[in-house]
């Protein structure tokens, strides 16, 4: 595997297979960012707190509530063996960069695991994208959002002065955040070839083109989630809340996270609980909100976006994406 630079220090990385592409992918960001991709990760991991201390509690709560460490660990172990071996090389990749970095000091991951990846996944699409639609107030949350939009344009060829096809691309995303762009190329033997853009700590670019198509997004508001107001008023059973004209029984249970304070660490333990809808993340009015989101738990991001970033065709592109399992956006795309 190598990494050339460009003339702009953007990556180009080749390998003899995607696997190693994506470790020489995670190289090369851990090269040109550590800082972000450490903060991105132990955000969607619900470990901030430990590093900012109680400014990020709030987040880490919901980022537990929404179970995103555990779903992402079972999604990790139900991979596919070709999933799974693209995911172990972004964490052998960023281990690698620390092993042959002495002088990088983590603030609190040492040692990265595979299901990460899907933890930030989920934490960008359902955190940074989605949640604040469900009108629940958090004031972190919401200073922490940011508006953003972008906008693409396709030209067909018989648009096109040169006859060609045009694909423009132009995402509104911040300059700092988890939600920053990284531009690379990665190239394998095994026929993979994907130029373009996506997050810091992410397994390759998400948005961008090969030597057929390209595509981008913008984004959206579908209706892929809801909110329902749970009635717990069983005095006898506070777990019970009702459901028709029964009870049904929610499932509760307790999370510690440690809070940094001054040079020390507190644990603060906080009881959690969720029903059938999904996970309890606030109150209103004596009653409790839960919140379902479409994919939350299936996953299946990384997967779509990666038959994408392969697909030759109209055909087979649409074929990534009849796996549904990401969970908004728009799709602007255009071929040679």
């Known amino acids: 595997m190598t990494i050339y630079r460009d003339n702009f220090g953007v990556p180009h990385v080749y390998g003899p297979s995607d696997a190693s592409c994506v470790f020489g992918f995670a ?18 991991i619900g470990r901030a707190s430990e590093v900012y201390g109680d400014k990020t509690l709030n987040d880490d709560l919901l980022v537990r509530a929404l179970e995103i460490p555990k779903l992402s660990q079972l999604e990790y172990e139900r991979s596919t063996p070709r999933m799974r071996q693209l995911l172990e090389a972004l964490a052998d990749g960023f281990n690698f960069y620390l092993d042959r970095h002495p002088q990088v000091k983590p603030r609190l991951i040492t040692r990265f695991e595979p299901w990460h990846p899907l933890a930030f996944a989920r934490y960008a699409l359902y955190y940074l994208f989605l949640f604040e639609e469900t009108g629940i107030e958090n004031k972190q949350i919401r200073d922490a959002a940011h508006e953003q939009g972008s906008n693409m344009w396709a030209i067909a060829q018989s648009k096109s002065a040169t006859g060609h096809a045009m694909l423009f691309i132009n995402p509104h995303q911040p300059f700092f955040g988890a939600g920053q762009w990284y531009e690379a190329h990665v190239h394998s033997d095994e026929g993979w070839n994907m130029s373009g853009a996506s997050f810091f700590g992410s397994l390759f670019p998400t948005i961008g083109h090969n030597e057929y198509l390209g595509w981008s997004h913008t984004v959206n508001e579908p209706d892929v989630l809801d909110v329902y107001e749970e009635t717990f008023d069983n005095p006898n059973a506070p777990l019970d809340y009702r459901y028709g004209g029964q009870y049904r029984k929610a499932v509760e249970w307790t999370e510690s996270i440690q809070v940094k304070k001054d040079s020390r660490m507190a644990a603060r333990r906080f009881t959690l609980r969720k029903t059938h809808h999904g996970p309890v993340v606030g109150w209103r009015n004596g009653k409790g909100l839960a919140v379902k989101f479409a994919r939350l738990e299936e996953g299946g ?35 040679r």
């Open 27 to 44: 190289y090369a960001q851990a090269e040109d960012n550590f800082w972000q991709i450490e903060d991105s990760y132990l955000r969607s």
């Open 301 to 335: 991001q990384i997967e779509e976006w990666y038959e994408m970033t392969r697909a030759r065709n109209l055909a087979e592109f649409r074929t990534a994406m009849s796996r549904l399992a990401v969970p908004m956006f728009n799709t602007i795309y255009a071929d």
